[in-house]
């Protein structure tokens, strides 16, 4: 341990940008009439997205790596409109934008459609930022960057186009687009502003609502939101379906295990929210370091969180 390794790495003015921020985030959905609550960082269950890998506690459960269960839950019991700001736990995650613990601004809107929980992120975001803001379909923006449609293109040709850019060979087409959308379409996006892309394949749906796009083919009601080269916010229209959702917590394991992982067990309390019944809403998480650091320009988290994992 050298003599300076106790010392935080983000400067005293970083720590001050973080207490004003947060005070604005309290200010502006207290203004709205949203309820900040807290559930447990620590549980019994845990995700199964084949993406995300959280930590356990032996003994003890799960580090949560998002409050969404457990605020599905709130819901379900009639909480009204609520939102948190919430450490949240992933494994294996760190690097210049990544730190295995992080926290999430995460709020969810019964009643609300997708549009207008994007036109209450756009309005937190814009004064923010200090940026406009425009709003693209992931298929039509895909396709200007790549010349590849990525919901009818052959996964073939897509593989191919993702391993010109830097990826593994024997992709399938759904983690080519990923691949590609990383990578390249991420990279082509304006940084001077606020980027909105909805409509993403049907297969990222995650939690999330289906639908059919215009051309008949089918596409999650999610959005993301990019400023500066980085993703800030991830958004759904909320999956309500708990015979749906069962079936994709089943699906999530069989690409876990098809990948080497463990499965994890579905967690029964939030389908038992479903099936008691989950108000229709819509819902977002936003990364507070990654907004942090786009406000400021930082280019690695540690300039805006005191103790990354090496010195924690």
């Known amino acids: 341990m050298s003599d300076a390794s106790w010392r935080p790495t983000a400067a005293h003015d970083a720590l001050k940008a973080r207490a004003d921020l947060l005070r604005t985030v309290r200010a502006f959905f207290d203004g709205r009439g949203v309820l900040e609550v807290s559930t447990p960082l620590l549980a019994a269950h845990a995700v199964s997205d084949e993406h995300i890998d959280a930590i356990e506690v032996p003994g003890h459960g799960w580090l949560q790596t998002s409050p969404e269960y457990h605020m599905k839950r709130l819901l379900a019991a009639g909480s009204g ?74 996964a073939r040709e897509l593989a191919a186009r993702a391993e010109r850019a830097g990826a593994p060979a024997g992709l399938n087409g759904p983690q080519a687009v990923d691949y590609l959308m990383a990578v390249e379409v991420e990279a082509a996006l304006d940084p001077a502003l606020l980027t909105v892309v ?44 708990a ?36 108000p229709p809403c819509s819902g977002v998480a936003l990364g507070l370091e990654r907004l942090q650091m786009a406000v400021s320009g930082a ?8 103790f990354p994992s090496e010195r924690a």
Not at 143 to 151: H, I, K, R, S
Not at 299 to 306: F, K, L, N, T
């Open 299 to 306: 280019g690695r988290i540690e300039q805006v969180w005191a």
């Open 81 to 154: 409109p609520i939102y948190q700001i919430a450490r949240a736990f992933r494994h294996g995650e760190a690097g210049a934008r990544h730190n295995p613990e992080f926290t999430l601004l995460e709020w969810y809107r019964p009643g609300f459609d997708l549009n207008a929980l994007v036109e209450e992120c756009l309005a937190l975001l814009t004064p923010l930022c200090g940026a406009g803001a425009e709003r693209h379909r992931f298929r039509e923006l895909f396709a200007t960057v790549t010349g590849l449609d990525p919901l009818t293109a052959p």
């Open 198 to 241: 909805e409509d993403f394949p049907g297969w990222a749906a995650a939690l999330a609502q289906t639908t059919e796009d215009r051309d008949g083919a089918p596409v999650a009601r999610r959005f993301e939101i990019y400023h500066r080269g980085l993703e800030l916010a991830n958004g759904y229209q909320e999956l309500l379906d």
């Open 243 to 278: 015979d749906e959702q069962a079936r994709r917590f089943e699906r999530d394991n069989e690409k876990r295990r098809a990948s080497g992982k463990p499965p994890m067990t579905a967690d029964p309390y939030l389908l038992a929210a479903l099936r008691a019944g989950l």
